[in-house]
């Protein structure tokens, strides 16, 4: 069954670093996703991106953040500058288009550290 | 806003009990609901999805969940728990124009031989 495939699955980062978390989705989706879950919360969405443009973001997602689509495969987000508030698990989703609606899966996730 | 409340955030059971876990919703439109599980160390899993429809949808893994629109609820269900099934389980809602999906806090599941 195709998956989505998250790397690294941890990342280690020093506060003020530039970190890059990297997602492949399934390859005939065409919706991405990045969600996040701080320790002992809920999943919270950041961003949804669709024809190479971001379609829906939240509140969390602010200058700091950014995706791209590279290329025809990779969906990456980036954080400019880390916080320690930052570090939690980041999950990357992608969802098919097609006749009704369709769901999201989720890839392992990335653990993101700040120190 | 949408919301979604899991009540029980810690649930035991013995392998071969049946299982019962809440979700209630808050949601202007007509909801999606969806119950991922994840595994420790491991992603969010599609369990289930309710779009519109029959409000009895069945899953992966034995579960199933009943969509009741009057009670804003969308309850997991499975008849004969296998220690397997030990893990956290998350409800979320969609819909509605929007991409996004709100979850729960989640629900974390123990299995006792």
């Known amino acids: 069954e195709p998956e989505v495939t998250q790397t690294p699955s941890h990342q280690v980062t020093q506060m003020g670093q530039e970190v890059i978390l990297r997602c492949v989705p399934i390859?005939?989706?065409?919706?991405f996703y990045w969600y996040r879950q701080i320790l002992g919360q809920k999943v919270e969405f950041l961003v949804s991106?669709?024809?190479?443009?971001?379609?829906?973001k939240s509140e969390i997602f602010d200058d700091q953040f950014s995706v791209e689509r590279p290329d025809g495969s990779n969906f990456t987000l980036k954080i400019r500058s880390t916080k320690l508030e930052d570090s939690a698990m980041y999950f990357c989703?992608?969802?098919?288009?097609?006749?009704?609606?369709?769901?999201?899966?989720f890839g392992d996730g990335t653990r993101l550290s700040i120190l | 806003a949408q919301s979604v409340t899991q009540p029980d955030i810690h649930i035991t059971v013995s392998e071969g009990a049946s299982l019962e876990l809440r979700c209630n919703y808050s949601y202007g439109a007509t909801p999606y609901l969806f119950w991922y599980v994840q595994s420790p160390g491991q992603g969010l899993q599609l369990l289930l999805k309710?779009?519109?429809?029959?409000?009895l949808v069945q899953g992966i893994k034995g579960f199933e969940a009943e969509f009741k629109r009057s009670q804003s609820s969308f309850n997991l269900r499975k008849p004969s728990v296998h220690w397997s099934d030990a893990a956290e389980y998350f409800c979320?809602?969609?819909?509605?124009?929007?991409?996004?999906?709100?979850f729960g806090k989640g629900t974390k599941l123990t299995v006792n031989p």
């Open positions: 989703a992608s969802r098919a288009q097609g006749l009704g609606s369709q769901p999201q899966h």
């Open positions: 390859s005939n989706h065409l919706y």
């Open positions: 309710y779009f519109s429809g029959d409000t």
């Open positions: 979320a809602v969609g819909g509605g124009g929007s991409e996004k999906l709100v």
């Open positions: 991106f669709y024809n190479n443009e971001i379609s829906e």
